[in-house]
């Protein structure tokens, strides 16, 4: 039969102020490389540019498409019922 101690764990005698030789230290990413930290700041510039370029297309097809509904609703209504015969004398 065995002994209840031989089931336990072996304990490591540590002297005080000693880290245990199991525990290792959390690992850490290595400080960015100069061509890294360049090539982060100019991908965050290029993604400045788009988002101005993406933001002032997105407001001119807008402005299109207001154009487009105009033009086609005074087409099917039909120029002389939008602008009535003397029109411009109401100015």
């Known amino acids: ?6 089931y336990e764990p ?3 005698v540590i002297a005080p102020g000693e880290t245990p030789l199991h525990r290792a230290s959390p690992p850490r990413a290595p400080r960015p490389s100069a061509e890294l930290t360049s090539a982060r700041e ?5 993604v400045a540019q788009r988002e101005r370029a993406e ?3 997105f407001l ?3 402005v299109v498409l207001a154009v487009v509904v105009l033009l086609a ?3 099917r209504a039909g120029l002389d019922r939008v602008f009535v015969h003397g029109w411009w004398r109401q100015w």
Do not use: K
Not at 1 to 6: D, F, I, V
Not at 42 to 46: D, L, P, S
């Open 10 to 12: 072996a304990q490591a």
């Open 1 to 6: 039969m065995t002994s209840p101690s031989e």
């Open 55 to 57: 933001h002032s297309g």
């Open 60 to 62: 001119r097809a807008l």
């Open 73 to 75: 609703s005074i087409w």
């Open 42 to 46: 100019e991908h965050a510039e290029y």
